[in-house]
């Protein structure tokens, strides 16, 4: 119904900075939220930043100040500007959606695939 393609991942050097992608495509009617979600090897998913209704930015303690959402309402495109990346940052990121599709009267939540993010020397 939704597919959300991600782009960006890769290895840096701490300190270093990355920029994620995710373009959300398909049947869709309306976007509530899109945001970031991350998951580290042996760790709970844990959200990263979002943006509600193209304008309400949240951000988890962990990435803020370093870390900034933007979004493309045009291209329903999402981003995660990445700065200082440190070791700690090491995870597999997610694009996540809340959605409205042509099928449903009501929000769904989609996932995208993953794009792993190493941080390391």
């Known amino acids: 119904q939704v597919e959300l393609v991600e782009s960006g991942g890769g290895l840096v050097q701490p300190g270093g900075s990355l920029r994620l992608s995710c373009a959300a495509s398909?049947?869709?009617?309306?976007?509530?939220?899109m945001g970031w979600y991350r998951q580290a090897p042996g760790k709970q998913r844990e959200l990263v930043a979002q943006?509600?209704?193209?304008?309400?930015?949240n951000y988890a303690d962990s990435g803020k100040g370093r870390f900034t959402i933007s979004v493309d309402s045009a291209k329903n495109t999402v981003y995660l500007q990445m700065n200082s990346l440190k070791p700690e940052d090491t995870a597999v990121y997610y694009c996540?959606?809340?959605?409205?599709?042509?099928?449903?009267?009501?929000?769904?939540?989609?996932w995208g695939k993953g794009t792993l993010v190493t941080v390391s020397s």
């Open positions: 943006i509600v209704r193209g304008d309400k930015t």
């Open positions: 398909g049947s869709i009617i309306g976007i509530n939220t």
């Open positions: 996540y959606t809340r959605a409205t599709t042509a099928s449903h009267y009501y929000d769904m939540d989609y």
